[in-house]
């Protein structure tokens, strides 16, 4: 598995693997209306407009196996200034689950988070229904601090756990 920073050359596979991956792990949570339609075009969209603007506050991973893309992570640095850097988005091949690779994902991400936004913690925001991404964070010592509800693309709302790591797990996480 290698590991490396996206470009925009990735744009199509990380807003495929995305997509792919909300039609399974969001479906009860999201539309079956949006995740049966139109979720790959939404995707695309908002990866096209994340990789053709670079901001210095991004960081965006991939994971790749066989030249083929395994999973990403996407975070940025310092959003908030109580929890630090927010998670912003990690998602795995189901193929490659429970084999390392997200957790890898979030090394690289902790230790980018060390680099750049050093004395910051990290942060995301977990589907409540998920509880196998809730179990995944929690096995990686990450605390759930508390609920709130979002409206996902395609409409309606969802129960969402934030989930946290306190700057001082971060070398940790990050070997």
Same mark, same amino acid.
């Given at each position: 598995? /290698?590991?490396?920073e !996206?470009?925009?050359?990735?744009t199509?596979?990380?807003?495929?693997?995305?997509?792919?991956?909300?039609?399974?792990?969001?479906?009860g @949570?999201?539309?079956?209306? &949006?995740?049966?339609?139109? *979720?790959l075009? $939404?995707? =695309?969209?908002?990866?096209e407009?994340r990789?053709?603007?670079?901001r210095?506050?991004? &960081?965006?991973?991939? @994971?790749?196996?066989?030249g083929? =893309?395994a999973? &990403?992570?996407? @975070?940025?640095?310092?959003?908030?200034?109580r929890?630090?850097?927010?998670? $912003?988005?990690?998602?795995?091949?189901? $193929?490659?689950?429970?084999r390392?690779?997200? !957790?890898?994902? =979030?090394?690289?991400?902790?230790k980018?988070? =060390?680099?750049n936004?050093?004395?910051?913690?990290?942060?995301l925001? *977990?589907?409540?229904? /998920? @509880?196998?991404?809730?179990?995944?964070y929690?096995?990686?010592?990450a605390?759930?601090v508390?609920? &709130?509800?979002?409206?996902?693309p395609?409409?309606?709302?969802? /129960? *969402?756990?934030r989930?946290?790591?306190?700057?001082?797990?971060?070398?940790?996480?990050?070997?």
């Amino acid at each position: 598995m /290698n590991y490396r920073e !996206a470009t925009r050359d990735d744009t199509l596979a990380i807003a495929t693997l995305h997509a792919e991956s909300w039609q399974v792990a969001y479906r009860g @949570a999201y539309s079956d209306d &949006f995740l049966d339609g139109p *979720v790959l075009q $939404d995707r =695309i969209a908002v990866w096209e407009r994340r990789m053709s603007s670079p901001r210095a506050d991004r &960081f965006v991973v991939l @994971a790749e196996d066989g030249g083929e =893309i395994a999973g &990403f992570a996407c @975070a940025y640095g310092a959003d908030d200034e109580r929890r630090g850097t927010l998670l $912003d988005k990690l998602h795995v091949r189901r $193929d490659l689950h429970r084999r390392g690779v997200g !957790a890898r994902l =979030i090394s690289e991400i902790a230790k980018w988070c =060390i680099a750049n936004y050093p004395g910051t913690g990290l942060y995301l925001g *977990v589907l409540e229904q /998920n @509880a196998s991404a809730r179990a995944f964070y929690e096995r990686l010592g990450a605390t759930d601090v508390e609920g &709130f509800v979002d409206s996902p693309p395609g409409g309606g709302q969802v /129960n *969402v756990r934030r989930y946290a790591w306190a700057v001082e797990q971060l070398p940790a996480l990050g070997q």
